[in-house]
């Protein structure tokens, strides 16, 4: 199909692109005021009555940054990559539209209750802080659109396998309808959540709500959140940075088991995450670390598929020799070098992720700034640096312009690179050796100790440096699109063909049925029995308060 | 029917894989066959009565035998009552918390003494002090817009 064939498509793709950007601007500011204050210089003063305190600025920089920027980055680019993977329009294009309506409302919604010092519960509105019903019921109609948008997506592939009996799905639909599957699933924990428990409440409904119930039901859906987040950029590492390289996917029925894999385990592994939770058995937490252990197989995996992959194009490209093909690889191509240096910073969170999860070692850490060194690693890095690579190429094919200065492009990732791995290791230092607490306004701590301070500024300056990078990348988005020439040939979709026919592939490893039933009964394994003892005893004592 | 073909380097990555993360696993279950515990101790505790009920009503330090005390420590917004811990070196200390109002963190600087204090339950964590000196307790969960101000220390004595 041409490409004027997805003319609604692109649109779509485009608006999710620029409401994602939008937030990601906004929630941004907020980060050098954090670090600044932590440091010993506090602006909040300056920023009253607008924002009122230093919890306010941290609520939007993390619902902005985590929850919006990348909730519709995601759906914006599955739904591009879907179409374009299948060479097919959208089956029902008015479900993606109303799916993509919906989002936005319930954006708008969330984000009047933020904006107003009425929603500073952070971006894990654990109750009993009650936030405003409207900042509930938005963040809610996001997942609710997302859902849509996914639904639309499944019909798509479905009438593709119609049209296309016994043919394997092409990697990339498979890999993005599949992460938008697991979407689904996991975010019915914080639907839960939301619908049973915190909108009632807040509403007034009811007079109370069980905490401990909601925080199992949000880590339910918050920890396969960060697969949402990073299954997208697995997409684009196994199935497009191949062909940028100039290389070939390694291992087209790996990368399909990985996926699968991620299907599977990504979800009972939440209790990891209340480690430090009374009234919840140490039984079912360490089922879940030996699960969580288990979700790391795949992406240790994945290292070796995509470096595999990406050593084929060095080769091709005429490097040699151990590491030689390295050299030769497109450093100079901005979308190239984001991913690549991503890939690079998210074995270090890697890392990190598995002294998280080690029953034992969490309690070292458990919220300490070694957890935000580590989010800002995972998420703020791999993922977002990832997003921001594919930018490079997505905004250029959107916009029909070229890249407004590739070298702004290289500046800006590898000042991003330098200053998110200050910020990151200050944090996991300051956490590790001294168990600095997180969410925390430090710069006005009585507690706060000399000792932290070289830290605090290092972390300060990185910081400040990732701000300045990601203001460098909003100028070359909006002059790519406003301000950039006419593009001299079209820029498509880069598409890495596997080393052999994916054709040789397993049928196993294109079949939904096994690998979701295995999904539902692992969960009901894991989850089941403490969900159902929180649930049957639950207890609405808790009574709503806002105390910022 | 095909069958799934694997690099032989690859597989070799997989099995490294699979023994590392099963290495970590052992490691972690040795820690807990030498008697590491995680927080967990299920006790329900209505909110309500948080201020009113003791033992958190007049919050104490009990010795429960000689080198065994129990603390009650309320862990309200935005204080640890009792703020101060005193005790003799070389005692097991048993921290009970219990929050009226919102969630609340406690960890023990420098120490793996970490555990959540959510309203409806009490949490339980014991923690032995050998060395004399101030361990300082910090509230690490978010807890309004006073948090940051949040914080305790046990005191540890010589023994005289």
């Not at chain 1, 910081?463 to 460098?472: D, N, Y």
């Not at chain 1, 159902?532 to 207890?539: C, F, K, S």
């Not at chain 2, 339980?124 to 000196?133: L, N, S, V, Y």
Request: net charge neutral.
């Amino acid at each position: 199909m041409a490409e004027n064939g997805f003319r609604l498509e692109e649109k779509l793709t485009a608006w999710h692109l620029g409401i994602a950007l939008g937030a990601l601007f906004l929630g941004t500011w907020f980060g050098p005021l954090q670090v600044l204050q932590h440091a010993g210089i506090d602006l909040y003063g300056k920023l009253a009555p607008g924002i009122q305190s230093y919890y306010q600025g941290l609520s939007l920089h993390g619902v902005l940054n985590a929850l919006v920027y990348t909730t519709f980055f995601i759906t914006g680019f599955l739904t591009f990559t879907t179409v374009h993977s299948l060479k097919r329009p959208l089956a029902i294009p008015s479900l993606n539209v109303v799916g993509f309506v919906v989002m936005a409302a319930g954006l708008l919604m969330a984000a009047v209750p933020l904006l107003l010092n009425q929603a500073s519960v952070l971006y894990t509105f654990y109750p009993p802080l009650q936030a405003s019903a409207f900042f509930y019921i938005g963040l809610t109609l996001v997942v609710v659109g997302s859902w849509i948008e996914a639904v639309g997506l499944f019909f798509t592939l479905a009438a593709w396998c119609n049209a296309h009996p016994g043919v394997r799905t092409p990697f990339i639909a498979f890999g993005s309808v599949l992460t938008l599957v697991m979407w689904l699933i996991a975010s019915l924990g914080i639907a839960a959540e939301m619908l049973f428990l915190l909108i009632p409440w807040s509403l007034g409904w009811v007079k109370g709500t069980d905490p401990l119930l909601a925080r199992t039901l949000f880590w339910f859906t918050g920890h396969p959140i960060v697969y949402f987040w990073l299954l997208p950029v697995y997409v684009s590492w196994y199935g497009m940075l191949p062909k940028q390289a100039g290389g070939k996917l390694f291992s087209d029925p790996l990368a399909r088991l990985a996926f699968w894999l991620f299907l599977v385990l990504s979800i009972p592994v939440g209790l990891h995450h209340q480690f430090a939770d009374p009234g919840i058995s140490p039984v079912w937490k360490g089922l879940h670390m030996i699960l969580t252990y288990a979700v790391a197989f795949p992406s240790l995996v994945t290292a070796f598929t995509v470096i595999a992959s990406l050593e084929l194009g060095g080769r091709a490209r005429g490097g040699s020799g151990l590491f030689g093909w390295i050299a030769t690889l497109p450093w100079k191509d901005p979308s190239f070098a984001a991913q690549a240096l991503a890939m690079l910073i998210f074995a270090f969170g890697g890392v990190g992720g598995i002294i998280n999860a080690s029953y034992n070692m969490d309690l070292v850490v458990h919220n300490t700034l070694w957890i935000v060194g580590h989010f800002h690693l995972t998420v703020g890095a791999a993922v977002a640096l990832s997003f921001i690579g594919i930018a490079y190429w997505l905004v250029p094919h959107l916009a029909g312009k070229n890249l407004w200065s590739p070298s702004a492009a290289r500046i800006q990732v590898w000042s991003f690179v330098l200053g998110m791995a200050i910020f990151s290791a200050s944090h996991h230092f300051l956490g590790f050796r001294y168990g600095v607490p997180r969410r925390t306004m430090l710069g006005a701590a009585p507690y706060l100790s000399p000792d932290w301070h070289p830290w605090l500024v290092a972390a300060a300056i990185g910081g400040i440096l990732v701000w300045a990078s990601l203001m460098l990348h909003f100028v070359i988005v909006l002059a790519t699109v406003f301000a950039s020439r006419k593009s001299d040939r079209p820029i498509e979709m880069p598409v890495a063909e596997a080393l052999r026919d994916p054709a040789e592939t397993p049928a196993w490893l294109d079949a939904w049925t096994p690998w979701l039933v295995a999904t539902i009964v692992l969960i009901a394994l894991s989850y089941g029995p403490p969900l159902a003892h929180l649930i049957a005893n639950v207890d609405l004592s808790s009574p709503g308060l806002r105390v910022w | 029917m095909n069958s799934l073909r694997i690099d032989p380097y690859e597989k070799s990555w997989m099995l490294a894989s699979g023994v590392l993360l099963f290495v970590f696993l052992l490691a972690v279950g040795a820690s807990v066959f030498y008697g590491f515990r995680l927080p967990g101790h299920e006790s329900r505790i209505d909110p309500s009565r948080v201020t009113v009920d003791p033992p958190f009503a007049k919050p104490a330090v009990i010795e429960r035998a000689p080198g065994r005390y129990d603390a009650y420590v309320r862990v309200q917004i935005w204080a640890f009552v009792p703020s101060e811990i005193k005790i003799p070196a070389g005692s097991t200390v048993t921290f009970y918390l219990a929050s009226p109002d919102v969630q609340h963190g406690f960890v023990i600087e420098r120490t793996n003494i970490n555990v959540m204090v959510i309203p409806g339950h009490m949490s339980k964590i014991t923690a032995r002090f050998d060395e004399p000196g101030e361990y300082r307790f910090l509230c690490h969960e978010y807890c309004g817009v006073g948090h940051h101000l949040m914080f305790g220390k046990v005191v540890v004595e010589r023994r005289s």
